[in-house]
């Protein structure tokens, strides 16, 4: 009825009739994953010195229990973000934003009919993890130091305005910058 009187819509009323909606919190959205822990590891290695054999045995973790789940696409965006911080902060600089976040939401949504088991995804998944550890291993420290030294650039308004396409300074406050990327 607030609708009806506040913004002057028009109301239909159905008796005994009631809409059901899943909460947000309980929406599997994978992109989400990605963020977290891409974000995670970033503000590690710009605030600590993240450990790689403790990181890779953690995510390790978080993965197997993904794929013993079959959550596969869980496990992906889980490989995805480790791989991609390995990139270190060229992964932010030099591509777009509005370009790479649909390409990761369709990545997402790979497994998506996960209740139909495909056959040897766990193997692909974990075989793919393992070309990314031995991959980070080498450049491990090089990376974190990469993105620990491009903490002041990343963090700056101007960065911000420049990464979002953003003309006039007001457009970006202080609340929204919390809420991005990094």
């Known amino acids: 009825m607030r609708a009806k009187q506040q913004l002057n819509l028009p109301i239909v009323t159905f008796p005994a009739m009631a809409v059901w909606h899943i ?20 503000t590690f290695a710009i605030h600590f010195q993240p450990n790689y054999i403790y990181t890779v045995s953690n995510l390790t973790k978080e993965i197997t229990e993904s794929l013993l789940n079959s959550n596969y696409d869980r496990a992906h965006m889980l490989i995805k973000a480790f791989g991609d911080y390995l990139q270190d902060p ?36 974990l075989s793919q993890w393992c070309e990314v550890i031995a991959q980070g291993c080498p450049i491990w420290a090089s990376v974190t130091k990469a993105w620990k030294d491009a903490s002041e650039e990343l963090t700056s308004l101007a960065f911000w305005q420049q990464y979002l396409n953003l003309q006039k300074p007001a457009q970006l406050s202080t609340a929204s910058i919390l809420e991005l990327e990094v």
């Open 90 to 125: 060229d992964l932010l600089t030099k591509s777009a934003p509005e370009v790479r976040h649909p390409a990761l939401l369709k990545l997402s949504r790979t497994y998506e009919s996960q209740d139909q088991k495909v056959q040897f995804t766990s193997i692909e998944l």
């Open 23 to 42: 909460l947000a919190t309980a929406k599997d959205l994978n992109w989400e994953t990605y963020y977290y822990f891409r974000n995670d590891l970033i």
